[in-house]
T-cell receptor
Framework: DVKVTQSSRYLVKRTGEKVFLECVQDMDHENMFWYRQDPGLGLRLIYFSYDVKMKEKGDIPEGYSVSREKKERFSLILESASTNQTSMYLC?????????????FGPGTRLTVL | GNSVTQMEGPVTLSEEAFLTINCTYTATGYPSLFWYVQYPGEGLQLLLKATKADDKGSNKGFEATYRKETTSFHLEKGSVQVSDSAVYFCALRRGSWGKFQFGAGTQVVVTP
């Protein structure tokens, strides 16, 4: 089974803190993604990566950065957390460039910024 | 640009009722279409997909047909169970590198 794991299910941080969210996949997928999920807005793409050390901005990259030093690991970084970054964060991965290939999701990290 | 529009929820049904969740899309080219399901406290998991016009995806009693003429991919199930209570997301694959465009999600609540 494909497995995507995220480092925390729940996280509480204070405004201004630097926050790291980690994601690991075990299926040798090239592509990895970070989304945030908010009620009524669905999933919005923050950043994605199609190879080690490669990264591309998604639809809402402001306030976030990412790191992909190894193929299996994709980290999302909040340089200075703010209350409007309170959300559910979902990591996903997929194989190759075929339009048929699905994305596999982790369980999510619910981040609260106080 | 590409977009996905789903009917708003929550949709509340009794067990064994018929479920339809409408999904329409706008996209250039010929996207692949997907339905994902998110059970409480979990991440999303693929429910079904269709990769070309007139394809029908099916899984766990759910079905959806890729209708290019109406740019739709409506999800249906003939007899829902309490365990089908979840949030359902319609999505299309856009561009290269496996980027997806998701709808806002539709919460379905099935009561005994």
């Amino acid at each position: 089974d494909v497995k995507v794991t995220q480092s925390s299910r729940y996280l509480v941080k204070r405004t201004g803190e630097k926050v790291f969210l980690e994601c690991v996949q075990d299926m040798d997928h090239e592509n990895m993604f970070w989304y945030r999920q908010d009620p009524g807005l669905g999933l919005r793409l923050i950043y994605f990566s199609y190879d080690v050390k490669m990264k591309e901005k998604g639809d809402i990259p402001e306030g976030y950065s990412v790191s992909r030093e190894k193929k299996e690991r994709f980290s999302l970084i909040l340089e200075s957390a703010s209350t409007n970054q309170t959300s559910m964060y979902l990591c996903a991965s997929s194989f190759g460039t075929s339009s048929y290939n699905e994305q596999f999701f982790g369980p999510g990290t619910r981040l609260t910024v106080l | 640009g590409n977009s996905v529009t789903q009917m708003e929820g929550p949709v509340t049904l009794s067990e064994e009722a018929f479920l339809t969740i409408n999904c329409t899309y706008t996209a250039t080219g010929y996207p692949s279409l997907f339905w994902y399901v998110q059970y409480p406290g979990e991440g999303l998991q693929l429910l079904l997909k269709a990769t070309k016009a007139d394809d029908k995806g099916s899984n766990k009693g759910f079905e959806a047909t890729y209708r290019k003429e109406t740019t739709s991919f409506h999800l249906e199930k003939g007899s829902v169970q309490v365990s089908d209570s979840a949030v359902y997301f319609c999505a299309l694959r856009r561009g290269s590198w496996g980027k997806f465009q998701f709808g806002a999600g539709t919460q379905v609540v099935v009561t005994p």
